[in-house]
């Protein structure tokens, strides 16, 4: 497993952006899939972005995508969310994880095995 710190949550007016950042702790941070997930107050975890180890795969939400942009620096350890255009209903906590093993679906929850604690999104309207 690897260690999850996420950052760059916070206030933002509707129709503003924020970038999201998730720092992964291990030396083989670049053979992991990562995704990002979210949990607004009162519903389930949902599926927001993935993107495979090599970056040649990039997965969205239909409700973000287009606004969302997912991607990753394996020299940094560090994977991204670039969020634009931000609507009141991405309020939300986001979680970044990791999924050790190849061949997932990393639009599933139970593909990865490592969370971090999250970053809290409040977009205003």
């Known amino acids: 497993q690897v260690q999850l710190v996420e950052s760059g949550g916070g206030l933002v007016q509707a129709g503003g952006s924020l970038r999201l950042s998730c720092a992964a702790s291990?030396?083989?941070?670049?053979?992991?899939?990562m995704g990002w997930f979210r949990q607004a107050p009162g519903k389930e975890r949902e599926f927001v972005a993935a993107?495979?180890?090599?970056?040649?795969?990039?997965y969205y939400a239909d409700s973000v995508n287009w606004r969302f942009t997912i991607s990753r620096d394996n020299a940094k350890n560090t994977v991204y969310l670039q969020m634009n255009s931000l609507k009141p209903e991405d309020t939300a906590v986001y979680y970044c994880?990791?999924?050790?093993?190849?061949?997932?679906?990393?639009?599933?929850?139970?593909?990865?095995?490592?969370w971090g604690q999250g970053t809290q999104v409040t977009v205003s309207s």
């Open positions: 291990g030396r083989t941070f670049s053979s992991y899939g």
């Open positions: 994880a990791a999924a050790s093993r190849t061949g997932l679906r990393l639009w599933l929850g139970h593909s990865y095995d490592s």
């Open positions: 993107i495979s180890w090599s970056a040649g795969s990039t």
